[in-house]
């Protein structure tokens, strides 16, 4: 229990670095560099997606695995993924970017960070909350203090300092871990593990790029609408929205194994209890992160006016405390298929909601964003309440 309560500490820890971080960038920085740090941020969350789907056969396989020699080809099957697959987005993103200093930046981050998370995966997964807590501080805690730290002196130097301070903390957990990563492996083990994946990962990548889709869309269309100083002011409405989105996933990581098995073995549905633990962590974090932008939004930045667009849309973080637990009943389920067809349906939707903008400037992408969470949240309750059979 101990552990747990380190964890959640960490993990708010993590999230009020990252609402000081923007602060700062809010403090200091023109709406047109909060613009192209807006894409940046798009590029660093796409590399969260290059596991391909494998991240989540760990979740569904590996708390019914027992013995670690079976466990860890899993966990370097999604790495080689990841690595081949980030290094297809970088090369896209320096392209399409045309080497953009503050987009590089982001990316190195993204790519250490993508590895970090299967590794995590791979812990949590296996119940080792303890060396999940050691990670989180030194992959995640200590590089993002220090980059904070340096933010506060130059944004310039941020610019460097954030990608190599990551990239350093995971050569050192790499060289610590060397044994976990370079064991001796049975090539045909390996290719079972392969074929089990692949047939687990297929259509959760599809999912979890739908999922990415909806958390970004509504960028690409304020650009086109509005422009990239409209985009700018448009990511310091939903900067608390960005940093508390993984509160809920963050949390239900702490309760997935006992889901998941439960779900396999007990055909249990719905879970009341560990929701609400969820919903209550959740919650807390957005009364408190709106308790604080009332003071530190009015009196540090020039943004005060958009104060109330901003608390709107930290409210859209809420219906996710139920949807990630949500899409672990699904994944243990084997009812793939049914989640992506339900996130697809309603992206579809949004994204159709979002083209047939006239006028409303903000206002208009805000309040229609907090409605598809909670739509989102409404579906996949009845999708999984009328197809349990």
Not at 2 to 21: A, E, M
Not at 53 to 79: C, E, M, N
Not at 255 to 273: S, T
Not at 274 to 290: K, R
Request: net charge positive; aromatic share 20%; glycine share 4%.
């Amino acid at each position: 229990m101990k552990s747990k309560f380190l964890y959640v500490g960490l993990s708010y820890s993590i999230q009020f670095l990252n609402i000081v971080l923007n602060l700062i960038f809010m403090q200091r920085l023109p709406p047109i560099i909060l613009g192209d740090l807006a894409i940046a941020k798009i590029w660093l969350q796409a590399f969260d997606y290059t596991h391909l789907g494998t991240r989540f056969a760990l979740d569904r396989y590996l708390p019914v695995t027992k013995r670690d020699s079976h466990r860890r080809p899993y966990l370097i099957f999604s790495l080689c993924v990841v690595l081949v697959g980030s290094s297809i987005v970088f090369i896209s993103s320096m392209i399409l970017e045309r080497a953009n200093p503050i987009v590089f930046s982001f990316c190195i981050v993204g790519i250490t960070l993508a590895l970090f998370n299967v590794i995590k995966a791979y812990f949590r997964a296996v119940g080792g909350i303890e060396t999940v807590n050691k990670l989180m501080a030194l992959l995640y805690v200590l590089p993002l203090t220090l980059s904070v730290s340096v933010a506060l002196y130059s944004f310039s130097l941020f610019i460097w300092v954030y990608p190599l301070s990551f990239s350093f903390f995971l050569l050192f957990f790499s060289i610590k871990y060397y044994s976990l990563l370079l064991d001796n492996y049975n090539l045909k083990h390996f290719s079972v593990i392969k074929r089990k994946v692949s047939s687990v990962s297929f259509l959760l990548f599809f999912n979890s790029v739908c999922v990415y889709a909806s958390f970004v869309v509504d960028r690409f269309f304020v650009d086109w609408y509005l422009g990239r100083v409209e985009l700018g002011l448009y990511s310091v409405v939903m900067f608390v929205f960005a940093s508390l989105f993984t509160i809920p996933s963050i949390l239900t990581e702490l309760v997935f194994p006992k889901v998941v098995y439960r779900v396999v073995n007990e055909r249990q549905l719905f879970f009341i209890r560990e929701m609400l633990f969820v919903f209550l962590g959740t919650a807390i974090a957005v009364l408190i992160a709106n308790c604080a932008l009332y003071f530190l939004v009015q009196r540090f930045t020039d943004y005060g006016e958009l104060l109330p667009l901003m608390q709107l849309a930290s409210l859209g973080v809420l219906p996710y405390s139920f949807i990630a637990i949500f899409h672990h009943v699904f994944n243990a389920l084997d009812k793939r298929r049914l989640l992506f067809f339900s996130n697809a349906s309603l992206l579809l939707i949004y994204v159709l909601s979002l083209s047939f903008y006239y006028d409303g400037g903000l206002a208009y992408f805000v309040y229609l964003k907090v409605a598809f969470c909670f739509f989102l949240c409404l579906f996949l309750f009845l999708m999984l309440f009328f197809s349990n059979d």
